[in-house]
């Protein structure tokens, strides 16, 4: 056995040798210690395309020489439209389902909820694609070497070269926020070489297209008129050589050089589209390409460029992006490419949520097709809030405001849902919603009986003062929204008539069973944990908020009485966490959901600093969970590392994303469910981040999940709630220096291991300390 394993790693090590040396023959790369993703081939599939965007308007760039395809999004390209659709039947059901789960009549009452309680949404909505940008070329039979494909983090530019024949050609693509348009520029190392017909297209056929004056344009009312209107324009700005229009398609012949710019709109904030991509398409022609890129970039990087983060190096970096991915797989380290994966990460949220537009979906904004997993939606019981993990800590506060934005904006049709559906006050969101903002619930009780969807959203509300204490802020925005979830959360809880406690219910641990003492598999009760946790943490929140902005003490009160009288979380016999009321079987003993450890991530009401046995028994349930297969999909090991972060277990956390990367993640590093799920991507940013710096337990604390791999490195910019910004810096495994911007001029409790020292801080001022956390 052992003599097998040994003969296994000399191949390895053999056939690695031989594919750098022939790769070096070939071609060196550009800059490979750079924050690129490369390739030395086209994309055979979406899932190593690379992906560009301004937040808005995205594209997945496949680099074919001869076929160049950027498959085209925008963030609101949506079927559907707003409907209600709750049961009639549902207020009127609601006591009864109630009285069969206390009685422990668990199939019963989740019979009567699916009868009663979930909705028929008659109307499918779905996220979709924008359509194709197709170039076809013509080297006359030339052959084509040296091909190399890049996406540029650093600028947000993805770059294809190759040489057919003599000829070197090189392509740049990026997606400008400053002029919302897509740029394409197309050039050769020779005159008059550039030759090619260009088409827009679309899957369905039943867009209309049109060719005239140099442009391109493609028109739509999708989802067969239930859904938006789309216009998309491609435009040919050519150097040198000829353009020709025939039927739908332009050519354009012996070109020196060509900028192609491509914009798009909807009809879904109520504008022209039309009117509206032409005035984009006309502006961002003014410019030349150069200004275009520069524009670009500057606006990129002010964002980008906050946080720096190394964990140093090693020959891995020869070698293209997924061939790393893949070795990673055989167990190899790479430090530079976990540092290119979390950097990764915040370009993905710079590329896909920019403030003033819709949050980003399951997808991104990167979806192909008219029928995308999940239809790319809002998943609002762990997925988008993912998504967002990572923007208050790794500095893109901005990012994060669309996803908060859309919780203001559901709340007519959250509002409604709670009147109409359970008779109550307040604000309520289930399991998932879309671009139109519904709030019902319908399909199975197992993912759908769960009215916990507003709630725990409301927590980014919170966590987004918590980072800036922008008071006007939480005063106009925040608040108001938190405060109908509350009001919502403290209707719906009610007494169990045997402990006397309040619980809430009927509810779900989302997506999971348990099994009855009848045998029958079940997954509704009263008084799940998770659900008690977020709405612990709610109302938290929200008598806070209401102190800070020194409003509703009447209703302050109340909810202090609420949080004395919630069931609080329990530890059963075997030492983990119980998930229901009850100590049940559970038939998916590796279930992908960890819901009742929301109190642990993202929660903060399990601490070591405040009750140690509650994370013991989180720890135990991790444990249990893993050992049965669970973190199987690439959100949920995503979880697991920001779990064990928390833990400060950092070995645990570091395997965890060894796993993550391993086992789902696609050659262009991509987060797979599978299918791509962009959460996964997000959750791992976050939870690199929460291994080297958390503050949620009213401290900063400096390395507390540090892996014995990471001997030596630094990671600059990140942000720690109360207003600072934190640069911090080890070697030998240990904490070397620490600088700490205040922002607001808060005291401020750092902690290093079990050295603690508290600052009053003025704002503005950086402070630095040593690995004693004594000042320098």
């Not at 055979?44 to 999004?73: S, Y």
């Not at 992006?321 to 976990?338: E, F, M, S």
């Not at 915040?346 to 192909?368: E, H, K, T, V």
């Not at 030596?712 to 810096?729: Q, T």
Request: aromatic share 10%; charged share 20%; hydrophobic share 40%.
């Amino acid at each position: 056995m052992h003599c097998y394993y040994f003969l296994l790693k000399i191949s390895s090590l053999l056939l690695c040798c031989l594919t750098l040396i022939a790769f070096q023959a070939q071609s060196q790369p550009q800059k490979p210690e750079g924050l690129a993703l490369w390739f030395t081939h086209p994309a055979g599939t979406w899932n190593e395309a690379l992906p560009v965007g301004n937040g808005r308007l995205g594209a997945m760039l496949f680099g074919d020489p001869d076929k160049e395809r950027l498959q085209l999004n925008e963030e609101t390209v949506w079927t559907g439209n707003r409907s209600d659709f709750v049961n009639p039947q549902a207020r009127g059901s609601l006591k009864e389902v109630r009285a069969l789960l206390f009685a422990g009549k668990y199939a019963e009452a989740q019979k009567l909820a699916q009868q009663t309680m979930m909705g028929d949404k008659k109307v499918h909505s779905t996220y979709q694609t924008l359509g194709d940008l197709q170039l076809d070329f013509s080297y006359a039979d030339a052959a084509v070497s040296d091909y190399y494909r890049e996406l540029d983090l650093e600028t947000a530019v993805a770059k294809v070269s190759y040489r057919a024949g003599k000829v070197v050609f090189t392509r740049e693509i990026f997606s400008s926020a400053p002029d919302q348009a897509m740029v394409v520029r197309l050039t050769a190392d020779q005159p008059g070489a550039l030759t090619f017909t260009m088409k827009l297209s679309r899957p369905g056929n039943k867009a209309s297209i049109k060719a005239a004056n140099g442009e391109i344009t493609l028109s739509e009312h999708v989802g067969n008129g239930v859904g938006v209107q789309l216009v998309a324009r491609a435009k040919v700005q050519h150097e040198g050589g000829s353009l020709q229009i025939s039927g739908e398609t332009i050519t354009v012949d012996k070109a020196n050089a060509v900028t192609l710019l491509i914009t798009a709109a909807t009809d879904y904030w109520g504008s022209n589209p039309a009117e509206i991509s032409t005035k984009q398409l006309t502006a961002a022609a003014g410019r030349n390409y150069e200004e275009l890129k520069n524009r670009h970039t500057k606006d990129y990087q002010q964002y980008f460029k906050r946080v720096d983060f190394d964990l140093g190096t090693s020959q891995a970096i020869y070698f293209p992006t997924h061939t790393r991915v893949a070795a990673i797989k055989q167990g190899n380290t790479d430090p530079h490419l976990l540092k290119l994966y979390y950097q990764f990460g915040r370009y993905l949220l710079i590329s896909s949520s920019r403030p003033g537009g819709l949050p980003a979906n399951l997808q991104g904004i990167w979806a192909d097709g008219l029928n995308p997993p999940w239809d790319a939606d809002y998943h609002i019981n762990i997925n988008i809030q993912m998504n967002y993990w990572p923007a208050e800590v790794t500095n893109l506060s901005e990012m994060h405001m669309p996803f908060l934005q859309f919780l203001n904006d559901m709340r007519p049709d959250a509002r409604k849902t709670a009147k109409d559906m359970y008779g109550l006050n307040g604000t309520v969101a289930h399991f998932t919603t879309d671009a139109w903002h519904f709030s019902e619930t319908y399909g199975q009780t197992q993912w759908a009986m769960w009215p916990m969807g507003m709630a725990w959203s409301a927590q980014h509300l919170w966590e987004h003062y918590l980072f800036t204490e922008d008071k006007k802020y939480l005063q106009d925005l925040a608040y108001p929204v938190m405060k109908e979830a509350a009001q919502f959360c403290a209707e719906w809880l009610v007494e169990n008539p045997q402990t006397k406690q309040l619980v809430s219910g009927p509810s779900i641990s989302p997506e999971n069973t348990f099994k009855t003492k009848d045998g029958e598999i079940a997954t509704m009760v009263m008084g799940p944990t998770m659900d008690h946790m977020i709405i612990r943490d709610l109302l938290s929140n929200s008598i806070q908020a209401s102190k800070i902005v020194n409003t509703d003490a009447a209703f302050r009160r109340r909810l202090e009485n609420i949080l004395s009288r919630l069931a609080p979380t329990k530890i059963g016999r075997d030492g983990r966490i119980m998930e229901w009321t009850e100590e049940f079987e559970e038939p998916e003993k590796g279930h992908r959901h960890i819901s009742h450890l929301f109190g642990l991530h993202p929660g903060r009401q399990i601490t070591k600093q405040s009750n140690p046995e509650l994370l013991e028994a989180a720890r135990k349930t991790i444990d249990y969970r893993l050992s049965h297969g669970g973190g199987h999909t690439g959100w949920s090991r995503a979880w697991i590392i920001n779990f064990f972060a928390r833990l400060q277990e950092g070995e645990l956390a570091y395997q965890n994303l060894l796993a993550l990367l391993g086992k789902s993640t696609l050659p262009n590093l991509f987060d797979t469910h599978p299918p791509f799920q962009i959460d996964g991507n997000f959750g791992a940013t976050a939870g690199i981040t929460e291994m080297l710096l958390q503050s949620h337990a009213k401290e900063i604390q400096l390395l507390p999940a540090l892996p014995a791999d990471w001997q030596k490195g630094y990671i600059h910019g990140l942000c720690a709630r109360g207003g600072f910004e934190v640069n911090i810096d080890w070697e030998g495994g240990k904490l070397s220096k620490c600088t700490i911007l205040s922002k607001l001029g808060n005291p401020c409790t750092i902690r290093y291991g079990n050295q603690v020292i508290t600052i009053q801080t003025e704002k503005g001022k950086m402070y630095q300390f040593d690995g004693s956390l004594k000042p320098l």
